[in-house]
């Protein structure tokens, strides 16, 4: 039961322009929702997170978007950069889940000099 | 200050055995959950302890089992290993329960055979 999807399993972006990374949830009472940032042979790292109570979070050039009546986040990412090439997982919990995040199945960004 | 250590890093075991992963928190952490992610899988949540209790449990079977020791370190025992168990076993340290800020170690590949 995949209650978090990333449906773009990879992403190509030129050096410079807007990445845009999707994530859907199914479950409506999830009210935080982050982004990590994984290298290969590194664990994750996390980059932004949101509350339900906003739509939009900013720190440099990441922003995440949230449209709650779409069950719908984005990250996006501006100006890209070649170091952003990493696979982006975003993740949930909710009310009803505890401390328990549900993580999507990740998008691989690739940043294209 | 140090950051999330696992070890080992890479493990091959045999259908049947058991195998214990171990993670060191990061420091002042008293919080840690683990993690299994599949092949071409997003990190799925086994379960999380505080203070040396399981508080919370994701669904795995009892033959996942922890333990959290005083300095927060922490221990994640399989049994009876099947081969579907073959994964990326991440351990994430927080400052609590319910903070939505983990820091994730670069985590441990089984190999069941």
């Known amino acids: 039961d995949q209650q978090v999807k990333q449906n773009s399993p990879s992403l190509s972006v030129q050096e410079g322009r807007i990445s845009i990374l999707n994530c859907d949830y199914t479950n409506s009472m999830f009210d935080y929702f982050l982004w990590y940032k994984k290298y290969p042979a590194e664990g994750p790292t996390f980059l932004i997170s949101?509350?339900?109570?906003?739509d939009k979070n900013e720190d440099g050039r990441f922003t995440v978007f949230l449209n709650k009546s779409a069950k719908h986040l984005s990250l996006h990412i501006v100006p890209s950069q070649p170091g952003d090439s990493a696979v982006y997982f975003c993740?949930?919990?909710?009310?009803?889940?505890?401390?328990?995040?549900?993580f999507g199945t990740g998008t691989s960004l690739t940043v294209i000099p | 200050e140090t950051g999330v250590t696992q070890s080992p890093t890479h493990l091959i075991k045999t259908r049947g055995q058991q195998v214990t992963l171990r993670c060191s928190s990061q420091?002042?952490?008293?919080?840690v959950s683990w993690y299994q992610q599949a092949l071409g899988q997003g990190p799925q949540f086994i379960f999380q302890?505080?203070?040396?209790?399981?508080?919370g449990r994701g669904n795995f079977p009892p033959r996942f089992s922890g333990l959290q020791f005083p300095n927060y370190s922490s221990e994640l025992n399989v049994n009876a290993l099947e081969l579907d168990d073959s994964a990326l076993y991440l351990c994430a340290s927080s400052l609590a329960p319910s903070s939505g800020t983990q820091y994730f170690g670069p985590g441990t590949r089984l190999t069941v055979l």
């Open positions: 949101i509350s339900s109570i906003k």
């Open positions: 420091s002042g952490h008293n919080t």
């Open positions: 302890y505080y203070r040396e209790e399981e508080n």
């Open positions: 993740a949930a919990r909710g009310r009803d889940t505890g401390n328990q995040f549900y």
